[in-house]
Structures are given as C-alpha cells and as structure tokens.
Nanobody, 123 residues
Framework: QVQLVESGGGLVQAGGSLRLSCAAS????????LGWFRQAPGKEREFVAV????????VYADTVKGRFTISRDNAATTVYLQMSSLIPEDTAVYYC????????????????WGQGTQVTVSS
C-alpha cells in the first residue's frame, strides 16, 4: 500500500525558510514523478513543484520559481521542498503526491496523495 507522509510544516515569519519532507513507501518510485501542491482556504489546489524520480528533472510554478527547491533522496525515498523567502501568500496546506505517468502540473494526473502539512507565513 502506497503511503506518502508529509512533515516539516509550521509557522514562520515572512522572509523565513522551511523545509518540507515527504516520505514515500509501499512501492518502487523509480518510474514516478513526485510533486508538491498546496491549497489555501477557499481556493483550489494548485501546483507548486514536481521532480521526476528517475532523472531528477524538475518543474516549478512561476509563483515559487527562484524561492523553492524540490529535491529527492533516493536512499531514503524522500522528497523535499526547501522554501525560502516565504511570503504570506505561501500560507496553505501543502500536499505531496505521486504520479505513475509523467511530470505534470495537473492534480488529477496524480495517483497517490499525502494528508498534507500546514504552512503559515505571518507578515
């Protein structure tokens, strides 16, 4: 059974940094893409970043490009999202997701989801 477990969320001041982790288990993810999405209250879930597990190729949303970095640890089967220069607009529940198809920005193309971790950025 596939499990994605996020951690690392919390409260941070604007301009600060946080690192989110997503521990993946239950299968081999070498042919998967692992992505991060976020959802703020009253808004739709939006794409943040994704990494292709096999070749490390990454894609970022324009809103986080240059501030966030997605990476993976093959040995630990963990995906990270390093977030810097945080702004209040980054406040949301952040979700990790796995796609067995290909690198995608579309939530419906992801097969597995974690429970989410709250990130709150104060001004």
């Amino acid at each position: 059974q596939v499990q994605l477990v996020e951690s690392g969320g919390g409260l941070v001041q604007a301009g600060g940094s946080l690192r989110l982790s997503c521990a993946a288990s239950g299968r081999t993810f070498s042919s998967y893409a692992l992505g991060w999405f976020r959802q703020a209250p009253g808004k739709e879930r939006e794409f943040v970043a994704v990494i292709n597990w096999s070749d490390g190729n990454t894609v970022y949303a324009d809103t986080v490009k240059g501030r966030f970095t997605i990476s993976r640890d093959n040995a630990a089967t963990t995906v990270y999202l390093q977030m810097s220069s945080l702004i209040p607009e980054d406040t949301a529940v952040y979700y990790c997701a796995a796609s067995s198809g290909f690198v995608s920005r579309r939530p419906y193309e992801y097969d597995y989801w974690g429970q989410g971790t709250q990130v709150t950025v104060s001004s």
